[in-house]
């Protein structure tokens, strides 16, 4: 089996699992049914498409950089002839969060998946269409198992936390994975099995948290001098090439 691992890292992010109309709240990490999710717009599926392809990649997180929960609010404007005109509605989201997400399953599934994510059909989100995903989202394909990876891999968590967790002594990251059929975890319902408008359907899965120590990673200092691939978001980027002073557009 191999793994292909995932940074999923935006400005928000937003991960529902048990939401209702007007509350929509967020688990504190990726869910499964949000990363399938994205899988599947990545590969052009329609809501009505089967999901049955992504039943044997095992999933789980790595909590690099935990992020804090915000709140938002809307209002839905309904019915003017209604007793209540408008709607107040909740939207919880994650601000500066960074996860290692990771599937394993069959080398060339999973080869077929990367592609899609690199040349992605529809918009991808990071579980709204509003949190699109930062730069670098594929990591690339692992030949070892989940665990392995998980436990492998280079911090992915930005400078700034890095230096703040370093600060606050911070020396262990969380993993949260499925569990192997010998292991007892705890159930969440969070494994689709439609996406349909007409009738969204989830089942449980068994989910296992444990710990994996800093020293253990990979140096992440080394690895981005290799890659050359930058971890922060910088907005202006785009425009470091042109010069849109006043000055330059009066001249």
């Known amino acids: 089996m191999s793994t292909l691992l995932l940074r999923l890292a935006a400005p ?9 109309f007007n509350r929509r709240t967020t688990n504190m990490e990726p869910t499964r049914s949000g990363v399938i999710g994205m ?31 915000n709140r938002d609010f809307q ?19 994650l601000e500066d969060a960074v996860f290692l997400a990771g599937l394993e399953g069959p080398s060339g599934f999973l ?9 992605p059909v529809y918009p991808l989100a990071l579980g709204r269409r509003s949190c699109p995903p930062a730069e670098p989202l594929v990591l690339g394909i692992r030949d070892v198992d989940l665990l392995t990876a ?32 010998d292991e007892s975890g705890y159930a969440v319902r969070d494994v689709p099995e439609s996406f349909s408008q007409k009738r969204r359907l989830y089942r449980f899965r068994n989910v ?28 202006m980027e785009l425009l470091e090439d042109d010069d849109v002073s006043i000055k330059s557009q009066n001249q």
């Open 12 to 20: 928000m992010q937003s991960w529902g699992i048990s939401s209702k």
């Open 39 to 69: 899988l599947a717009a990545a590969m052009g599926m329609s809501r009505e498409d089967s999901l049955d392809v992504f039943n044997p990649l095992r999933f789980g997180v790595r909590i690099d950089q935990p992020g804090t929960m």
């Open 75 to 93: 209002v839905v404007y309904q019915n003017p002839d209604d007793i209540l005109p408008t709607w107040l509605t909740y939207r919880y989201y």
């Open 111 to 119: 080869a077929e998946l990367e592609a899609a994510l690199m040349h």
């Open 150 to 181: 998980l436990r492998q891999e280079e911090w992915q968590a930005s400078s700034w936390y890095q230096r703040k967790a370093k600060w606050q002594n911070i020396t262990s990251l969380e993993i949260v994975r499925d569990a192997s059929p």
């Open 208 to 235: 296992i948290r444990e710990q994996v120590f800093l020293d253990q990673l990979v140096s992440s200092e080394n690895t981005e001098n290799e890659q050359g691939t930058p971890k922060e978001h910088d907005p």
